[in-house]
């Protein structure tokens, strides 16, 4: 079985300050890394995978992930917030022979200060 | 293409009532996945339909039940509501085919239960 830990609940910090959001997952065979953004009262969209390839994955917005296998690790990274990127995000982890039985973190609460 | 749709998006229930969720996924998608979204216990899975199959399994009671069309629009069922099934519940949908698609989540539907 997989699962998924997202250790921090919230994480406040200053507009234009760097930010990291930790990811780690447990599987026992090869997964497929996702960060999902969601917005107050909306559902929740796709920001980043990893897949396979390239372990540095990006997002259109700025966000980037690395994939580190040896820390069963998926961190989610900004060099510099938005207000805009207030939001809940969540890391979810799909074993790679499996069909959508998807496993998500219990998500973490940014909230970015003016 | 229309994004996923959730009907309804508010529903207030009382104990021991029952409840139908309804999800209409992208054109041309065959998978439907539901989640229950709680503050404490963030996203669980509750299952999956391809092709009008139960395809994949959370660890729900059977209280929970769903099924799909064969249009593939799906409906989630809750029976015997209990003040704990307050929650959001999400459909996503997904082409459903070979290893792994991007799923596309809707709005959700906010069930408050009294």
């Known amino acids: 079985a997989q699962s998924v830990t997202q250790l921090d609940s919230q994480v406040p910090v200053f507009e234009e300050a760097p930010v990291e959001l930790r990811c780690n997952y447990s599987?026992?065979?090869?997964?497929?890394l996702f960060w999902y953004v969601q917005y107050p009262n909306q559902g929740l969209q796709l920001l980043l995978k990893?897949?396979?390839?390239?372990?540095l994955v990006e997002s259109i917005n700025g966000f980037e992930a690395e994939f580190n296998k040896s820390q069963t690790s998926f961190h989610l990274r900004k060099p510099s917030v938005h207000i805009s990127d207030t939001a809940e995000y969540f890391c979810?982890?799909?074993?790679?022979?499996?069909?959508?039985?998807?496993?998500f973190g219990i998500g973490t609460k940014l909230q970015v200060i003016p | 293409k229309a994004g996923v749709t959730q009907t309804p998006r508010y529903l207030i229930k009382t104990r021991g009532q029952q409840v139908t969720l309804s999800c209409s996924p992208i054109?041309?998608?065959?998978?439907v996945s539901w989640y229950q979204q709680t503050p404490g216990q963030g996203l669980q899975f509750l299952f999956e339909?391809?092709?009008?199959?139960?395809?994949n399994k959370g660890n729900f009671p059977g209280r929970f039940s769903g099924r799909q069309f064969s249009n593939s629009r799906s409906e989630m069922n809750v029976s015997t509501l209990e003040l704990g099934d307050s929650a959001l519940y999400l459909c996503?949908?997904?082409?459903?085919?070979?290893?792994?698609?991007?799923?596309?989540f809707g709005p959700g539907t906010r069930l408050t239960v009294l």
């Open positions: 996503a949908s997904s082409p459903g085919t070979g290893n792994y698609n991007e799923q596309f």
């Open positions: 599987s026992s065979v090869s997964v497929y």
């Open positions: 990893y897949l396979s390839g390239s372990t």
């Open positions: 979810a982890v799909i074993n790679s022979g499996g069909y959508q039985k998807v496993t």
């Open positions: 054109s041309g998608h065959r998978s």
């Open positions: 339909y391809f092709s009008e199959t139960q395809r």
